[in-house]
């Protein structure tokens, strides 16, 4: 099973510059266009969250027509700049979206790698937090099947040394751990927020950070440093399970000279 994972696209409507910079469904275009260029085409993609600026209908709208293209099953989820309601009047025919207890949490059994999404969202704040019904929502998620599993979610439950997002990643990432650990077959957390590539250790398991396809964070760890973006190319991962352990590649959207044996 391959899954492609994309992060933070920050859609605002065509013509218009997130930022006044950044050309975000024009980014998100060729992120898809990447996808579909791959010599083995992904079974399944997953969005972690951010998935529009201002959570209008106007730009999930645009989101739909974007990711149109892509001819496999499409999972997404929530981040800060999200807003659960408008998300699912956008797509009322997910289901999926209208999940738990108002969350949009859901789980997806269809491939050999089981996905569970989380919903980190706390409404109009830019940090995230799971709390005692989520938590509990997660613990029942991964006690129904030994199967292997990622764990999908926009806030990373980690701190990074990057001081200003530190400030508003999960909040309680310690009772998500304590879930976490008493399950062996969860291969990765997988996580949004930051726009950079980030990996650490997490409740004996591997937390992933995926950079978005848009803008990225400036890579700063001077302690206290203020927020910084930068044009570096923009990218998504793509976690392939082998049989035995999910490995996890990172893909730049950027086009490059090749050679070898496709020439």
Not at 14 to 27: E, F, I, K, Q
Not at 64 to 70: Q, R
Not at 176 to 182: F, K, S
Request: proline share 7%.
């Amino acid at each position: 099973m391959l899954l492609c994972q994309i992060s933070d696209p920050h859609l605002v409507p065509r013509g218009r510059l997130a930022y006044g910079r950044v050309d975000t469904p024009g980014m998100l275009e060729r992120c898809v266009r990447k996808i579909l260029s791959l010599p083995r085409v992904p079974d399944a993609v997953v969005v972690t969250g951010d998935l529009t600026d201002h959570a209008t209908l106007e730009e999930y709208g645009l989101l739909g027509e974007v990711l149109s293209p892509l001819n496999m099953p499409v999972y997404l989820g929530v981040g800060n700049h999200d807003d659960r309601r408008v998300l699912q009047q956008a797509f009322p025919k997910q289901r999926h979206l209208c999940g738990d207890d108002g969350f949009v949490q859901y789980v997806v059994d269809d491939f050999d790698v089981r996905l569970v999404m989380l919903d980190t969202l706390v409404p109009r704040a830019p940090g995230g937090e799971l709390c005692a019904r989520r938590l509990a929502w997660l613990d029942r998620a991964l006690a129904a099947s030994d199967r292997p599993t990622i764990v999908a979610q926009h806030h990373p439950p980690l701190l990074t040394g990057l001081t200003f997002m530190d400030q508003m990643t999960l909040a309680n990432p310690g009772a998500e751990a304590a879930v976490v650990a008493r399950y062996g077959h969860v291969e990765r957390v997988i996580s949004g927020h930051y726009h950079r590539t980030i990996h650490a250790r997490f409740a004996g398991t591997t937390a992933s950070v995926c950079p978005s396809s848009a803008h990225q964070l400036l890579l700063d760890l001077v302690p206290g440093a203020d927020i910084g973006f930068t044009f570096e190319p923009s990218a998504f991962q793509l976690h392939l399970w082998n049989g035995s352990e999910l490995v996890t590649h990172v893909q730049v959207i950027d086009e490059f000279p090749t050679w070898g044996s496709r020439d």
